[in-house]
């Protein structure tokens, strides 16, 4: 299994990103979610997709940002909008099935 992150990059606030995130391996995986690091930080979940297509939000994104998935395609995104300055991390996405597998991290970073 691979995931491939994409989407990330600059942005200033109130602007919108979409991160898209790609899986490999034809898994059908029964957590799949957006992780985010900032710097001297701890990794924190951001959004995910849980068994039953039960969908969660941190609090601090909440009303702002969007999971969203394309099962056939084993797409997973993430549509942020309304960017503030401390949404600024390295943005990973997570896929479990027994297992825990990690995207790369994409670069999201929200200043004027």
């Known amino acids: 299994v691979q995931l491939q992150a994409s989407g990330g990059g600059l942005v200033q606030p109130g602007g919108s990103l979409r991160l898209s995130c790609a899986a490999s391996g034809g898994l059908t995986f029964q957590f799949m979610g957006w992780y985010r690091q900032a710097p001297g930080k701890q990794r924190e979940l951001v959004a995910s997709f849980t068994g039953g297509g039960i969908i969660r939000y941190a609090d601090s994104v909440k009303g702002r940002f969007t999971i969203s998935r394309d099962i056939p395609k084993n797409m997973l995104y993430l549509q942020m909008d309304s960017l503030k300055p401390e949404d600024t991390a390295v943005y990973y996405c997570?896929?479990?099935?027994?297992?825990?597998?990690w995207g790369q991290g994409t670069q999201v970073t929200v200043s004027s």
């Open positions: 997570n896929a479990k099935s027994g297992y825990s597998w």
